[in-house]
């Protein structure tokens, strides 16, 4: 229930470390009532990024994850591959990860993105559609780029 969640991430954000180093958040919140409740709660987040990819892809990338049952080590086919053929057998597929498994999270973040984006005006959409270094490379220059000063002034 959003209420427990919500109690527990204001407990951890109210730490000393996420005051005064900040912190981040991913995939929460998921709808713009959480949004509001986040905000409320005094935990309004600076920034804040959509990841804008085609169905198809994630698809893609979720159906080609896998994880080393030995290691716990995670790998992708694609951009991670594991070192040798005889670990690439041993590999598991989570069945999160399954190709059709993928679709109902699109459905329900497709849902729930527009109120988001609505209640976040100065967020940013960032083009996920790329290798993962090209898309991390994209958020890092976000976040090194100074806030505009309308909100410092607001969070201070």
């Known amino acids: 229930p959003d209420n427990i969640v ?12 996420c005051a005064t180093k900040g912190w981040v958040l991913r995939g929460y919140p998921r709808s713009r ?3 509001e409740a986040l905000s ?8 804040v990024y959509f990841l804008e990819c085609p169905t198809d892809t994630i698809v893609e990338r979720l159906s080609l994850r896998r994880t080393d049952p030995v ?10 591959p594991p070192p040798s053929l005889e670990m690439k057998r041993r590999l598991k597929t989570h069945h999160k ?13 497709d849902s729930q ?5 609505d209640y976040y005006t ?3 959409s960032v083009n996920a559609d790329q290798d993962p270094h090209t898309v991390f490379e994209s958020i890092e220059s976000l976040l090194t780029k100074p ?10």
């Open 6 to 17: 919500l109690k527990c991430l204001t407990e951890r954000l109210s730490k000393l470390d």
């Open 33 to 35: 009532h959480q949004a």
């Open 40 to 47: 409320e709660a005094g935990y309004a987040p600076n920034r």
């Open 71 to 80: 290691t716990g080590q995670p790998y992708h086919l694609i951009y991670n």
């Open 97 to 109: 990860d399954a190709e059709t498994a993928g679709d109902e999270d699109v459905l329900a973040y």
């Open 113 to 117: 993105v527009e109120e988001l984006v």
């Open 122 to 124: 100065t967020s940013q």
């Open 147 to 156: 806030l505009p000063k309308q909100t410092l002034k607001a969070t201070l």
